[in-house]
């Protein structure tokens, strides 16, 4: 329905809204916000601040105490790639963030793309021998999975589309 819930319908009655469900004209057509964008901004947000606190612990760490590791992998260009990457791509989610948040369809795709690669850190995380990695990885899986089901649900997906809700539909008649 494009009516604005301030607005009348044409039967004089004002459309109703559950509690905690705002909506917003973007547009010239109505958008219903809820819980969904909400758990979909905080966690792209959290997963890009915590990449970024993560390269800025990298670069202190090695300011403090030099580079360690393996030869083959602990060198100034490698490390530096590492931190710019890190750095890079948690801004990005943090972008992707402020695009969940104004309900952006553009935020979808690279939003899945982080979930996937959060699997790809979460699942040999979680099959390691410590129980701290062991616990970091199953967090890390039960987001990613949990983010990408709600990115691709059909309430998140009708209001990227523009699509009408059937429900508002149902209770205009």
Do not use: C
Not at 13 to 33: D, H, N
Not at 143 to 156: N, Q, Y
């Amino acid at each position: 329905m494009r009516v604005h819930d301030q607005q009348a319908t044409h039967a004089g009655k004002t459309k109703r809204r559950a509690p905690g469900v705002r909506s917003l004209a973007y547009g010239g057509r109505v958008r219903t916000t809820g819980g969904a964008f909400l758990v979909l901004t905080a966690i792209a947000g959290l997963e890009g601040v915590t990449l970024v606190g993560y390269a800025l612990f990298d670069l202190v760490s090695v300011i403090r105490f030099g580079i360690q590791g393996p030869a083959q992998v602990s060198n100034a260009p490698g490390v530096a790639l590492q931190v710019l990457i890190f750095a890079l791509f948690g801004a990005a989610l943090v972008l992707v963030a402020s695009g969940w948040w104004r309900q952006r369809r553009w935020a979808r795709a690279p939003f899945l793309l982080g979930q996937l690669l959060a699997l790809v850190v979460g699942v040999p995380l979680a099959q390691s021998a410590g129980r701290v990695e062991q616990s970091a990885g199953v967090l890390i899986v039960i987001v990613a999975v949990g983010g990408a089901i709600l990115a691709l649900s059909r309430p998140v997906s009708r209001v990227l589309d523009g699509s009408p809700n059937p429900d508002d539909q149902a209770t205009s008649a």
